[in-house]
Nanobody, 123 residues
Protein backbone atom coordinates (compact mmCIF):
# COMPACT_ATOMS: atom_id res chain seq x y z
CA UNK A 1 0.00 0.00 0.00
CA UNK A 2 1.23 3.48 -0.91
CA UNK A 3 -0.25 6.77 0.19
CA UNK A 4 0.47 9.81 -1.97
CA UNK A 5 0.10 13.43 -0.92
CA UNK A 6 0.59 16.27 -3.40
CA UNK A 7 1.54 19.80 -2.48
CA UNK A 8 2.79 22.97 -4.12
CA UNK A 9 -0.21 23.98 -6.14
CA UNK A 10 -1.56 27.51 -6.19
CA UNK A 11 -2.31 30.58 -8.25
CA UNK A 12 0.36 31.90 -10.60
CA UNK A 13 0.45 34.34 -13.50
CA UNK A 14 1.07 33.16 -17.02
CA UNK A 15 4.78 32.74 -17.65
CA UNK A 16 5.45 31.89 -14.04
CA UNK A 17 6.66 28.70 -12.40
CA UNK A 18 5.53 26.25 -9.75
CA UNK A 19 7.03 23.09 -8.33
CA UNK A 20 4.71 20.33 -7.25
CA UNK A 21 5.78 17.68 -4.79
CA UNK A 22 4.29 14.28 -4.12
CA UNK A 23 5.31 12.59 -0.90
CA UNK A 24 4.84 8.85 -0.67
CA UNK A 25 4.42 6.83 2.46
CA UNK A 26 4.53 3.10 2.63
CA UNK A 27 7.08 0.64 1.50
CA UNK A 28 9.44 0.34 -1.43
CA UNK A 29 8.87 3.69 -3.12
CA UNK A 30 11.69 2.92 -5.53
CA UNK A 31 9.80 -0.09 -6.83
CA UNK A 32 7.13 2.13 -8.36
CA UNK A 33 7.18 4.09 -11.55
CA UNK A 34 5.61 7.48 -10.91
CA UNK A 35 3.45 9.73 -13.01
CA UNK A 36 1.73 13.09 -12.99
CA UNK A 37 -1.69 13.62 -14.53
CA UNK A 38 -4.03 16.57 -14.62
CA UNK A 39 -7.73 17.12 -15.03
CA UNK A 40 -9.46 20.34 -15.93
CA UNK A 41 -13.21 20.85 -15.38
CA UNK A 42 -15.24 19.05 -17.99
CA UNK A 43 -12.20 17.32 -19.48
CA UNK A 44 -10.71 13.85 -19.24
CA UNK A 45 -7.67 13.11 -17.13
CA UNK A 46 -4.58 13.94 -19.14
CA UNK A 47 -1.10 12.44 -18.92
CA UNK A 48 1.55 15.00 -18.00
CA UNK A 49 4.80 13.17 -17.18
CA UNK A 50 6.20 9.85 -16.00
CA UNK A 51 9.47 8.70 -14.51
CA UNK A 52 10.91 5.23 -14.15
CA UNK A 53 11.68 3.53 -10.86
CA UNK A 54 15.20 4.86 -10.44
CA UNK A 55 14.66 7.97 -12.52
CA UNK A 56 16.66 6.97 -15.56
CA UNK A 57 13.80 7.46 -17.98
CA UNK A 58 11.27 10.24 -18.29
CA UNK A 59 8.44 10.91 -20.68
CA UNK A 60 6.19 13.92 -21.20
CA UNK A 61 2.89 14.76 -22.74
CA UNK A 62 3.07 16.83 -25.90
CA UNK A 63 1.51 19.89 -24.29
CA UNK A 64 4.17 20.17 -21.58
CA UNK A 65 7.33 18.97 -23.31
CA UNK A 66 10.10 21.51 -22.90
CA UNK A 67 8.32 23.34 -20.09
CA UNK A 68 7.83 20.73 -17.35
CA UNK A 69 10.40 18.47 -15.71
CA UNK A 70 9.67 15.39 -13.62
CA UNK A 71 12.22 14.12 -11.11
CA UNK A 72 12.32 11.92 -8.05
CA UNK A 73 14.34 11.49 -4.89
CA UNK A 74 14.00 7.93 -3.71
CA UNK A 75 15.81 8.71 -0.47
CA UNK A 76 13.03 11.16 0.35
CA UNK A 77 10.18 9.11 -1.14
CA UNK A 78 9.21 12.13 -3.20
CA UNK A 79 8.50 12.89 -6.84
CA UNK A 80 8.51 16.42 -8.20
CA UNK A 81 7.07 18.29 -11.15
CA UNK A 82 8.82 21.52 -12.03
CA UNK A 83 6.50 23.62 -14.18
CA UNK A 84 7.91 26.59 -16.06
CA UNK A 85 6.43 28.99 -18.61
CA UNK A 86 2.96 28.23 -17.32
CA UNK A 87 -0.04 28.96 -19.52
CA UNK A 88 -3.71 29.46 -18.64
CA UNK A 89 -4.45 26.13 -20.32
CA UNK A 90 -2.28 24.41 -17.69
CA UNK A 91 -4.99 25.19 -15.13
CA UNK A 92 -6.18 21.89 -13.65
CA UNK A 93 -6.06 19.63 -10.65
CA UNK A 94 -2.74 17.80 -10.74
CA UNK A 95 -2.47 14.24 -9.46
CA UNK A 96 0.51 12.05 -8.83
CA UNK A 97 0.22 8.31 -9.20
CA UNK A 98 2.29 5.19 -8.61
CA UNK A 99 2.50 2.16 -10.86
CA UNK A 100 3.79 -1.25 -9.87
CA UNK A 101 3.74 -2.50 -13.37
CA UNK A 102 5.69 -0.32 -15.70
CA UNK A 103 6.75 3.04 -16.92
CA UNK A 104 3.50 4.12 -18.54
CA UNK A 105 1.31 7.00 -19.72
CA UNK A 106 -1.99 5.17 -19.23
CA UNK A 107 -4.01 6.08 -16.11
CA UNK A 108 -5.38 2.55 -15.84
CA UNK A 109 -1.86 1.21 -15.28
CA UNK A 110 -1.46 3.22 -12.09
CA UNK A 111 -2.37 1.58 -8.81
CA UNK A 112 -2.30 4.44 -6.31
CA UNK A 113 -3.37 8.07 -6.62
CA UNK A 114 -3.05 11.17 -4.53
CA UNK A 115 -5.91 13.52 -3.77
CA UNK A 116 -4.72 16.19 -6.17
CA UNK A 117 -3.53 19.77 -5.91
CA UNK A 118 -5.07 22.72 -7.75
CA UNK A 119 -2.96 24.75 -10.15
CA UNK A 120 -4.50 27.93 -11.52
CA UNK A 121 -2.72 30.04 -14.11
CA UNK A 122 -4.10 33.52 -14.68
CA UNK A 123 -3.71 35.38 -17.95
Amino acid sequence: QVQLVESGGGLVQAGGSLRLSCAASGRAFSSYAMGWFRQAPGKEREFVAAISRIGGRTYYGDSVTGRFTISRDNAKNTVYLQMNSLKPEDTAVYYCAASRVTFTTTPQDYDYWGQGTQVTVSS
